[in-house]
């Protein structure tokens, strides 16, 4: 199983590909959202990378978490992270996702995104600007093609220590098991 | 200044004539408060609605006087023919607060309510469906009353960041890659 | 039939996938030039498809889904077949046959049917809501193209796309010219089909998220897609041949195509979305009505 999927990681020519063509969901979360739009319109062009929107997760390679999660918004990004197919990224926006930003002490948003799916890139700053957002991309670019980004392959390794700290804060677990 | 509230002022003589219990107060220009007891709130709130033209309530809101054990709740209502805005405001007691639900007179309050009912536990009674709005499956204080300790329910229900405190890690990574001094800065505490 | 036939009939779907993806890159390049951006390179459709065919696919929701990518390319290569490619020195014809216009009016409806029943069993509403428009769709521009097919088999007496080539030997004899109306009602249908801006009602991203493939990911996904520029090439084939007088080399083809590929692009450019009644109300009324005066001018 392991072997298979190191294999399918250290794909050269698969790796090319899945660096030139990341779509991206379309799932705004938080306020980061706003700073989508510029990214994807004439200004900073994000299509010229490959980088274009999807509208549904089963199309999907990259989740953009803009924001703030809170614990409501956290169960559905759960549901779509799980229903993305296999070689899929992670992309934390924005200092909340890192350490809570400036929600640090709210009861109702989580402080730390990678203790409940793994995340790949982080791209600090609240928000940060669409060059901010164009370099990220090319950061996990890079990752990509080196076989790094293998967050989907950590989820699926270490799902009972993920599952436990989702469970931790969804008090009422009332999602479907998917299996990828 | 008195000759300039003439509105405001024969508002607070008409209701007083109806309801001599409510304290009116006139604010200053275009805006009135009224002290009300909570027994009777919806026939006081429907007769604001019916004879003196306050048709639209704007919202409730509610505030948690801690020290006096009680909770306040606020209606703005907007009267669009004289250009008035009036604040019932209502005293319940913290630990049995329950009041008439507004809903038969105005729909849209069930959404206000239900926020209230959730964030303060008010009870509304006569409400149709008093669930969750905001919050999915909360099962502690309700979480914008006062004696709800935010930073404890956060410390043991997530986990910050190591160096979040003094963000002394990133100081420390940004000194080391461009040979910079870290500046010692006066602790707060 | 020959080897060397066999040889084009097995090799003929790649090329007309590889041409059709690769003019709809060239279309992403365009729009995005007119919006003022730099836009992605014209193989980048050819990139997705190679990472879409690289990504694992773990979704199931019954039998027909797993076969509507499949039967829909089945039915674009079987369309594929029936057109005549190249009619010149070294001709590709494939399987034509006398009256073959009329098995391909029906064949070409095969692959969306296909697609129609694999998404609607993905019991997504988004797919639901797509698949009746998509459905809808085609009710509107079947109408003129039919009456556009009938003017040109009544006018040359013959239900065959080589004898309609055939006819066309000079750039003055083609049907362009010779029976404008029928070329109208056609390319009207054609927008419809090509599913370009204003008639984008079926895949509508922002209303139905993507409507009829919004469960279809990976592998699956790669299928479609692949079959959607096929499917283009197909199209743009058929319409060469039996209005522009057909091709005699493979440059001839890709000029006259990527000539008509154009005009469903940049009229997609500058116009945004209908909805389904004004899509319908469109179809219906002037190519329709321009389609039934040339039927009377060709039956007088």
Known sequence: MNDDLDRQNNNIIANWARKHSLWVLAYGTGCGAIEVPPTMTSRYDAERFGITGMATPRQADVLLITGYLAIKTLKRVIR?????QAPKYVIGFGSCTI????????????????????????????MPRPEGVIDGFIKLQERIARGQAKGWQHYQENLDWYRANQKKVIKNWTMPDYNW | ?????????????????????????????RRISVRFRAGILPAFISYLKEYMGFVHLVMISCVDWLEDNQFELVYHLWSYEEHIHAMIKIRLDRDNAQIKS???????????????????????????????????????????????D???????????????????????????????????????? | ??????????????????????????????????????????????????????????????????????????????????????????????????????????????????????????????????????????????VPFVIALIILMVRFDTSSVLDIIKAQDTVAHWNIFRSPFSFIA??????GMMGNKPFDIVFAPAEISSGPPSEYGGKYLALMQTNRGLFAFVKLVLYTDLFLGGAGDFITLI?????????????????????????????????????VVGLVLVLL
């Not at chain 2, 000759?3 to 220009?29: C, D, G, H, P």
């Not at chain 2, 007179?105 to 509304?124: C, K, N, Q, S």
């Not at chain 3, 279309?27 to 459709?45: D, E, L």
């Not at chain 3, 008509?260 to 179809?283: K, W, Y």
């Open chain 1, 80 to 84: 779509t992270y799980e229903q993305m």
């Open chain 1, 99 to 126: 350490n809570g930003g400036m929600y640090w002490d709210s009861y109702n948003t989580i402080k730390r995104l990678d203790d409940y799916i793994p995340v790949d890139i982080f791209i600090n700053g609240c």
């Open chain 2, 1 to 29: 200044m008195d000759s300039k509230l003439i509105k405001e002022q024969e508002i607070k003589r008409n209701i007083n004539n109806a309801f001599r219990s409510a304290e009116v107060t006139v604010v200053r220009r």
């Open chain 2, 102 to 148: 507004l809903s038969s007179l105005w729909p849209h309050a069930e959404t206000y309510e239900r926020e209230i009912h959730e964030m303060f536990g008010v009870d509304f009674e006569g409400h149709p469906g008093l669930t969750d709005l905001i919050l999915e499956d909360w099962s502690d204080l309700p979480p914008m009353r006062r004696d709800f």
């Open chain 2, 150 to 189: 935010t930073r404890a329910f956060v410390a043991e229900t997530f986990e910050w960041r190591k160096g979040r405190e003094d963000a002394q890690d990133v100081r420390q990574t940004i000194s080391a890659r461009y040979g910079e001094t870290i500046p010692e800065f006066k602790k707060d505490k």
């Open chain 3, 1 to 142: 039939m020959s080897p060397m036939n066999i040889i084009w009939m097995i090799a003929m779907p790649f090329i007309g996938a590889a041409i059709g993806l690769l003019y709809i890159g060239i279309s992403r390049n365009i729009t995005a030039r007119v919006q003022n951006r730099f836009g992605p390179p014209p193989y980048q459709n050819i990139i997705d498809i190679i990472k879409l065919y690289s990504k694992k696919t773990a979704i199931t929701h019954g039998v027909m889904f797993h076969l509507g990518p499949v039967l829909a390319i089945t039915g674009t290569i079987s369309t594929l077949m029936f057109v005549p490619i190249l009619t010149g020195n070294y001709p590709i014809y494939l399987f034509s046959f006398q009256g073959d216009l009329i098995l391909l009016m029906y064949i070409m409806v095969f692959g969306c049917l296909a697609m129609a029943l694999g998404a609607g069993q993905s019991g997504n509403p988004n797919s639901a809501i797509g698949v009746s428009r998509g459905l809808t769709q085609m009710f509107g521009y079947e």
């Open chain 3, 186 to 191: 056609a390319i009207a249908a054609f927008l």
């Open chain 3, 255 to 291: 000029l006259k195509t990527f000539a008509l590929f154009l005009i469903p692009l940049f009229i997609g450019i500058v116009n945004p979305r209908f909805r389904t009644e004004q899509a319908m109300t469109f179809f219906w009324k002037w190519p329709t009505a321009i389609g």
